[in-house]
């Protein structure tokens, strides 16, 4: 079973950029579907990004599409979220997410495995 840790989260100003780290232990991190999704406060998880298993495909929300970017390397057993122009309404704690599946998923109900998650708050 795979285990899942974030990192790289902070404080950050507006138009800043921070780069989050998800690294997954067990043999089988390329089996998984990866997704990043946040939760603000008094809102529900929602999803950020998504990548599939071979790094080939991706999917973003609209809200960041062309800010964030998502990655993967599996022989480093990692996934990363590099987050550019940064804007408050990013602030949110962010989750990483596997999903043993073949094409990658928008909804958090899908994934099976979660991070403790790493809080990223952007200040006007």
């Known amino acids: 079973q795979v285990q899942l840790v974030e990192s790289g989260g902070g404080l950050v100003q507006a138009g800043g950029s921070l780069r989050l780290s998800c690294s997954a232990s067990g043999r089988t991190f390329s089996s998984y579907v990866m997704g990043w999704f946040r939760q603000a406060p008094g809102k529900e998880r929602e999803f950020v990004a998504a990548i599939n298993r071979s790094g080939g495909s991706t999917y973003y929300a609209d809200s960041v599409k062309g800010r964030f970017t998502i990655s993967r390397n599996n022989a480093k057993n990692t996934v990363y979220l590099q987050m550019n122009s940064l804007k408050p309404e990013d602030t949110a704690v962010y989750y990483c997410?596997?999903?043993?599946?073949?094409?990658?998923?928008?909804?958090?109900?899908?994934?099976?495995?979660w991070g403790q998650g790493t809080q990223v708050t952007v200040s006007s």
């Open positions: 997410a596997a999903e043993r599946a073949v094409a990658a998923d928008r909804n958090p109900a899908a994934y099976d495995l």
